[in-house]
């Protein structure tokens, strides 16, 4: 009987060991994140990640989409141990790198060798104000480009728009295709899709005080809406018509978009609310502005300074935001930060996405501007810059009248 309890109590040792040693080689990898069930793009980075990385699992850790940057930032200011976190806002990232919360991640992007050059400008966003940190990388990257009705250009045996346009072609090209009932382009009523264009170049913002830079493209849109190449403001927000319906009838030639359209047309084609071949190019650029470049806002991912699992977390954060990682998000129709030829043909492979070279080129922008800076007054100048935007598109101000009082009325908020 004793040898019997011995021989028992070494294989309860040894199956105890065997079970330690199994718990010792899994990695868990918690990851928060919002709106878990209804965003395609995390199953499939859960299952390319796992299934190249043995060993180690994700698991989402899901929040209300409105409720997120309160509770992500409550838990990272209670100590919470979450391995990785989901940058919604960069105002938050900001916050959380003063506070210690997430992680620098300079010496494990140089250690690395990440190539930033991959994303476009928009690793930028992820930098410490007033150092050179970066305290996270970004995943996703929606930007601005141009939507074209290649049916309606067939019908006017007009050629299509290229990705190297400047405006003033862009506004000549608009008229040529408007008759018929044919509008030329169109706009929707908010100021990114009006003015916006000022900051492609990559150093005029929307919260520097200076407005000038927007009056070209004020005056553009006024003349293309006194020449009915365009619906009027006033139009549109009387009928509160929204881009993605009036596009869908497809009597407007082309119309200045974010690419998240792109999944909406392309189910709009699917399901007969649509009826028209169509395609993508860059949006215009000023002279001096390089071909190919647009506006946008990044999505990121950062390293709780709290992790268990550092070195893993970090691992993680570089493949999701890696070609690889890219691809994954790709294959779901979502718009990945990384820039490459590989990831816009697994994002042109989509079912239903137009296959011409031009459009698989406008998948490759050149740079992407924040649309709207990090910083302290900038939420009060967001509200005083859209407030004059529409006094100039109903006209009761004269362009310079709005500008003057945007710049009038920002200076109060204007860093020192």
């Known amino acids: 009987m004793k040898k019997w309890i011995a021989l028992l109590l070494a294989l309860t040792m040894v199956m105890s060991l065997c079970a330690f040693a199994g718990a ?3 990695t868990t990898l918690t990851v928060a994140c919002w709106d878990l069930t209804t965003t395609p793009y995390y199953a499939a980075i859960k299952d390319a990640y796992e299934a190249s990385h043995s060993g180690v699992t994700i698991e989402w850790v899901d929040m209300a989409s409105q ?5 992500a930032s409550t838990m990272l200011s209670g100590g919470d141990t979450t391995d990785v976190f989901c940058v919604k806002e960069l105002s938050d990232m900001q916050n959380w790198a003063k ?5 620098s991640l300079n010496d494990k992007i140089a250690a690395d060798g990440v190539d930033m050059s991959k994303y476009a400008g928009m690793d930028k966003c992820y930098v410490l104000a007033g150092t050179d940190e970066y305290y996270a990388l970004p995943f996703r990257a929606d930007y601005w480009v141009l939507f074209y009705n290649k049916t309606l250009f067939d019908n006017a045996g007009v ?3 290229t990705n190297d346009m400047t405006w003033d072609q862009y506004a000549e090209l608009a008229k040529q295709m408007t008759k018929d009932g044919v509008y030329g382009t169109h706009y929707h009523t908010w100021l990114s899709a009006v003015a ?3 900051v492609c170049d990559g150093v005029n913002t929307l919260a520097d005080g200076e407005y000038s830079d927007l009056a070209y493209f004020y005056q553009l849109v006024q003349d293309l809406e006194d020449a009915g190449v365009c619906m009027t403001y006033d139009e549109l927000k009387s009928s509160s018509l929204h881009y993605s319906g009036a596009f869908a009838q497809g009597n407007i030639a082309m119309m200045p978009m974010g690419y998240w359209f792109a999944s909406t ?8 609310t649509a009826n028209f071949d169509w395609g993508i190019t860059a949006v ?5 502005v390089a071909a190919g470049s647009s506006f946008g806002s990044p999505t990121g991912i950062a390293v709780n300074a709290k992790s268990a699992n550092a070195d893993a977390a970090w691992d993680f954060v570089k493949w999701m935001c890696s070609e690889d990682g890219a691809k994954a998000i790709a294959s779901t129709g979502t718009r990945p930060a990384y820039v490459s030829e590989e990831v816009a043909a697994v994002m042109a492979a989509a079912d239903g996405f137009p296959t011409d070279e031009t459009t698989a080129a406008a998948l490759l922008p050149t740079a992407i501007a924040l649309e709207w800076p990090v910083g302290e007054g900038v939420n009060e100048i967001k509200t005083i810059v859209n407030e004059e935007h529409s006094l100039i598109m109903t006209r009761e101000l ?8 945007m710049q009038e009325r920002a200076a109060e908020f204007i860093a020192k």
Request: hydrophobic share 35%; net charge negative.
């Open 24 to 26: 010792e080689g899994t």
């Open 159 to 161: 050629a299509y728009p």
């Open 99 to 103: 506070e210690g919360f997430i992680l």
């Open 398 to 405: 004269s362009i310079e009248e709005g500008i003057a009082e």
């Open 196 to 198: 916006n264009w000022a």
């Open 67 to 71: 409720d997120y940057n309160i509770k």
């Open 284 to 288: 215009p650029h000023l002279d001096g």
């Open 265 to 272: 047309l392309i189910g709009y084609i699917k399901d007969g």
